[in-house]
């Protein structure tokens, strides 16, 4: 770790995603950084990409993304000594966690950053499960009638931390029983929901991704028309099924809490 106090401290900031190519989640990802320029106005504002096939493609004005580990290097070579690092997932899985891991280490190089601290995902905390609740309820179209079910598909994960989707099923029943969230990695998945709405003999319901970005996963896993997609086994149900393209990243209240998060890491560097 450095430990060199006579440089004069510089902050940083990198914001962390899957990447995409689409111009609506690109649109998303300019949306979360005006909103992170405006809570750090003197701050740099970095971007990295997990995912090696999008860091090969333009990431929006014909620029390309690096990895989270040579964003890190191009920071220390800029000499930015305090990193705040927030990736825009929604649980803290596998994915999460060993980010956590490869930026602690970062902080431990010797004559590197004095400081590199990692933000918590979107359900990071008891508030947060309450926050993103509300702001979920207000992101369902207003045409939708008490008696259509609302389905929102997350990525999901074999790490335990999945459970968190269900508990924010729970928070969003104890407002209206007819809401579900799922996911594509975990419980509970699209079958299980089904049978919930054949039981309270619901015929329609709408779809809506709990997921940063609309990418693939949206497009094709959630409002495809291949036989695997949630909108088709929906229909295999004899469930009418109404997508609705909006990612997590468009809404102002859910970048808020990531905004937050960093907030608060920003806010114990020393």
Request: proline share 5%; with cysteine; charged share 15%.
């Amino acid at each position: 770790m450095a430990t060199d106090r006579s440089v004069p401290l510089k902050k940083g900031i990198l914001l962390i995603a899957f990447g995409t190519s689409t111009p609506q989640a690109l649109a998303a990802y300019q949306h979360v950084e005006q909103k992170v320029r405006t809570a750090f106005p003197d701050t740099p504002i970095r971007w990295a990409f997990t995912s090696a096939v999008m860091r090969k493609k333009p990431a929006g004005a014909g620029h390309f993304a690096d990895s989270v580990e040579m964003s890190l290097a191009r920071m220390m070579a800029d000499g930015i000594t305090h990193v705040a690092v927030q990736a825009l997932h929604v649980i803290s899985g596998k994915e999460h966690h060993d980010l956590t891991i490869n930026c602690r280490l970062f902080g431990q190089m010797y004559g590197g950053f004095r400081q590199v601290l990692m933000g918590l995902p979107l359900l990071g905390t008891g508030n947060d499960m309450e926050n993103v609740a509300a702001a979920l309820l207000s992101a369902i179209p207003q045409e939708r009638k008490p008696q259509e079910a609302v389905i929102f598909m997350g990525h999901g994960s074999p790490h335990p931390a999945n459970a968190c989707y269900t508990a924010l099923m729970y928070h969003l029943q104890q407002t209206d029983p007819y809401i579900f969230v799922g996911t594509m990695s975990g419980r509970p998945g699209i079958a299980a929901i089904c049978d919930s709405l054949q039981k309270e003999k619901i015929a329609s319901a709408y779809l809506l991704p709990c997921l940063a970005v609309v990418g693939n996963h949206t497009l094709k896993d959630m409002a495809g028309d291949n036989h695997h997609s949630w909108k088709s086994v929906l229909e295999k149900h004899g469930i009418s099924c109404k997508p609705v393209l909006k990612g997590l990243a468009e809404t102002d209240a859910i970048v808020e809490i990531w905004v937050d998060h960093l907030k608060t890491i920003v806010g114990t560097f020393s």
